[in-house]
């Protein structure tokens, strides 16, 4: 079954323009986003309703208008914030696109800072914030051009990056230890692709610790500052979600589906699930089911 991968290397726009602009409505378009990373800078502006995102195992509750700026390589998530329904954009672009040919003084000054862990940003910028003020032009500017920022209007769109990034360096500030916390992130990147690999076997702490060289209480105790949940909630929460992706899709028995996701007691299956979506497999699969086909091949637009 298809799933989140944790390391997207999916190229957003096109090889020469690698920029794009994705419309995403939770829980009608996709019910979240999980646990992932990529080599993209990511901003997320909440148009509408209210959304739950995770950078770095912390967790932002945005409205309208407000900002959250992700770095390459952050770890970070999308999800429902209770019932509400939240609407937003993404718009993605690659650190390639602020290199200029042969050797690129400003790129090694403004950009690798932030792709080497020597500069960081406030990721999360309210809708009164000073940042979230100066930059929202730019935003929007990018947002009305996102169906033509390929093909007429290029040179828009690359005029608000390189405004957004001096805006970006304005707010920045200098991280300390930055290489101790990039090793110690890189490390535990290992157990979420162990995640992603062996969900529907037995998988256990002291196994993820060990791929990832750290003791069990080192590895619990970074884990959670990584994702901000347990490991044990972590691996749960990834089968119930690809649970729920199965039941919609599919026509497998729910006892099949539990199985197939790593859950080998149904009544626990059942609980978990209902606990996480407010209703019950069968249910949730009569709600889904019939929605589901049309709205993979909408996607975010």
């Not at 920022?149 to 690359?158: D, M, P």
């Not at 001096?166 to 890189?186: I, T, V």
């Not at 060990?210 to 490991?231: A, D, I, P, V």
Request: proline share 4%.
């Amino acid at each position: 079954m298809d799933h989140t991968p944790v390391h997207e290397t999916k190229t957003h726009g096109t090889a020469a323009f690698p920029f794009t602009v994705y419309r995403g409505i939770i829980p009608d378009l996709i019910q979240s986003f999980p646990l992932h990373w990529h080599d993209d800078f990511e901003l997320i502006y909440c148009v509408q309703g209210q959304i739950q995102a995770t950078v770095w195992g912390q967790s932002y509750t945005l409205c309208a208008e407000d900002l959250l700026v992700i770095l390459p390589r952050a770890v970070h998530s999308i999800n429902q914030c209770g019932s509400e329904t939240g609407k937003y954009f993404n718009i993605m672009f690659q650190p390639a696109l602020f290199k200029g040919a042969g050797e690129d003084p400003c790129y090694e000054k403004y950009v690798q800072p932030f792709l080497n862990g020597e500069k960081a940003l406030e990721c999360f910028h309210p809708s009164d914030s000073a940042f979230n003020r100066v930059v929202t032009p730019c935003i929007l500017s990018m947002l009305a051009h996102r169906r033509d920022s390929a093909s007429t209007h290029e040179l828009l769109i690359k005029s608000n990056l390189f405004l957004l990034l001096h805006h970006m360096n304005q707010q920045s500030m200098p991280l300390r230890d930055h290489r101790f916390l990039q090793l110690a992130y890189s490390r535990l990147k290992d157990s979420l692709y162990y995640v992603q690999h062996f969900y529907d076997q037995d998988v256990s702490v002291k196994t993820a610790a060990s791929r990832c060289g750290f003791s069990e209480s080192h590895f619990m105790k970074l884990f959670r500052e990584f994702t901000g949940m347990s490991f044990n909630a972590y691996l749960v929460n990834y089968r119930l979600e690809l649970a729920a992706r199965q039941l919609s899709a599919t026509e497998l028995k729910v006892i099949d589906v539990a199985t197939n996701c790593g859950f080998h007691n149904q009544s626990y299956f059942s609980r978990a699930f209902r606990k996480k979506y407010q209703k019950t497999p069968l249910a949730y699969r009569r709600e889904t089911h019939l929605t589901e086909k049309g709205t993979m091949e909408s996607g975010q637009t």
